[in-house]
């Protein structure tokens, strides 16, 4: 049976989508058949980062309403055999998910694919709770800023109280990536550093992700960053696949790097 895991957030725009597509090909190119769901309907964009929006024919609302069959609606990736892609809804709105359908959509998935990566909607939309409501585990992603960490904390509120498995008396892990750190500013103290954060939202660090411009060329382009060996997003980003993956990989302490030669230079001379 496959695994379930929801990339959620509070707010909007701090990097889910983004991580889905990366982590999801992360984890195809460590072997794992995966399959990534676009469960924000009406907004969906999964499909442009992973370069496949031309090949959506049918969509997950299609398929839980029996309109289409999974297979209809699987689309291939064409970087990486062992990964596919289910796009949301771009007619519907969120109010077309029913928890029945939702559940019988996500138990199909767990059959067929090993890792099940949920793309969510904002913790505010409507969506969210439809998105977390069978997910075995969560991936919250933050950006360094106190209005992303509030939002996310209410998020993880819904996540604890709403979801089958808390229901069922069990616990949903929980795991968190900071994302689009910029070093300096966490150095000079204009960022908030990752302990601060950790210590509002007290759950698992399994990543920190820095602001890299390329990440939005490469969505734009239809190729995750993931493929760009140079992106130091890249790497961090391989290092979060690897770890869900279950393998050891030492978090990096991205926040006290220094980049390039000036940054060198001046160093020795503080
Ligand atoms: N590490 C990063 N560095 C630079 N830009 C990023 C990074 N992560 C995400 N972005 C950009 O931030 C914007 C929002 O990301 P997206 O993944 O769509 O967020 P969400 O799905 O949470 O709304 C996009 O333009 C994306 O390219
Ligand atoms: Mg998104």
Request: net charge negative; glycine share 8%.
């Amino acid at each position: 049976m496959g695994l379930v895991i929801a990339i959620i957030s509070g707010k909007g725009g701090v990097g889910k989508t983004t991580a889905s597509a990366n982590l999801a090909l992360g984890i195809a190119q460590n072997g794992i058949k995966c399959v990534a769901v676009d469960f924000d309907i009406g907004q969906r964009n999964l499909d442009m980062i992973l370069g496949l929006e031309n090949r959506v024919v049918y969509d997950m609302v299609q398929v839980m309403d029996k309109e289409a069959t999974l297979k209809q609606a699987l689309i291939k990736s064409k970087v990486s055999d062992n990964l596919y892609f289910l796009a949301a809804s771009q007619t519907k709105d969120k109010t077309a998910l029913e928890s029945s359908k939702v559940k019988e959509l996500i138990d199909e998935l767990k059959s067929e694919f090993e890792y099940i990566i949920l793309d969510a909607p904002a913790g505010i939309e409507s969506g969210y709770e439809h998105t977390i409501e069978f997910a075995d585990s969560a991936i919250v992603v933050v950006n360094p800023e106190v209005s992303s960490i509030r939002d996310a904390d209410r998020a993880i509120g819904i996540l604890d109280s709403k979801s089958q498995k808390v229901k069922d008396g069990e616990e949903v892990d929980k795991y968190l990536i900071i994302n689009r750190i910029n070093p300096k500013m966490v150095q000079s103290g204009e960022m908030l550093n990752s302990e601060d954060i950790l210590d509002i939202l007290n759950i698992k660090l399994i990543g920190k992700i820095p602001e890299d411009k390329g990440v939005i060329d490469a969505s734009n382009q239809g190729k995750p960053i993931i493929l760009d060996k140079n992106s130091k997003a890249a790497q961090a980003y391989k290092r979060v696949a690897s770890r869900m993956c279950g393998e050891k990989v030492d978090l990096e302490d991205i926040e006290s790097q220094k980049d390039g030669l000036f940054s060198k230079i001046s160093g020795i001379f503080k």
